[in-house]
């Protein structure tokens, strides 16, 4: 071409159109299908794990301390814990996915199970969505690079150093999403609440043995 600099600007102007494109607002829906694919690769499924138990135990104190061993044998830590008065504690734990099923059903031995709630998600499309996603931005970002470095003059550099920056902000950001997603992968969150055991006294148990009573009147079976 006869002049360089011409097709500099036109070069330019297609990259920044192809940017705005593929740089979607973080707000908005983002069509991925659109994107050019990338081969993220996932090693089966990714799901997130996470489960809730209400014990009811005989002492706070010992059923925390049982709790700790439960965790040190499954590798998982306490993240969390605060007590309620001095008749309710409420921990949140973290385990390792592989030891999950294995430490729900250990805890569950640890006082009498109230409530139990297990619940899981499936987080692979999303992972897949943003590791498509994030090959294009810095793909795109790298051709910036390489046009920056032929860039002459000042417009122009600004031009570009501008659009790398937006671009870099948008794959932190992305990056920082997958990060999120892999962890809850990796490490799976159990709420415990531990109550302390109601011991009804001789006017407690009378009270029970009245209110059955007059239940019966209404409710046979």
Not at 29 to 47: C, F, K, S
Not at 144 to 153: G, I, T
Not at 182 to 211: C, N
Request: charged share 25%.
């Amino acid at each position: 071409m006869k002049n360089p600099d011409a097709f500099f600007k036109l070069t330019l102007i297609c990259l920044l159109a192809l940017l705005s494109a593929c740089a979607a607002p973080m707000n908005q829906h983002i069509n991925y299908e659109a994107a050019e694919p990338a081969q993220a690769q996932v090693d089966g499924r990714l799901i997130i794990k996470s489960a809730s138990l209400t014990l009811v135990v005989e002492d706070i104190a010992a059923a925390s301390a049982a709790v700790n061993a439960v965790l040190s044998e499954a590798r998982g830590y306490v993240d969390s814990s605060y007590d309620e008065g001095d008749k309710t504690r409420r921990l949140s734990l973290r385990v390792p996915e592989a030891q999950f099923e294995k430490t729900v059903q250990r805890l569950g031995t640890l006082g009498e199970v109230s409530d139990q709630n297990i619940r899981t998600q499936d987080v692979t499309s999303e992972i897949v969505d943003y590791e498509a996603r994030l090959a294009n931005l810095i793909a795109l970002r790298e051709r910036m690079k390489v046009l920056l470095n032929r860039a002459e003059k000042i417009e122009d550099i600004l031009v570009i150093e501008k659009e790398i920056s937006r671009l870099q902000t948008e794959i932190d950001t992305y990056e920082g999403r997958r990060k999120v997603l892999r962890q809850q992968v990796a490490l799976s969150d159990i709420r415990v609440t531990l109550e302390k055991k109601v011991t009804l006294g001789p006017l407690g148990y009378i009270g029970y043995g009245l209110y059955w009573a007059v239940s019966k009147l209404f409710v046979i079976e």
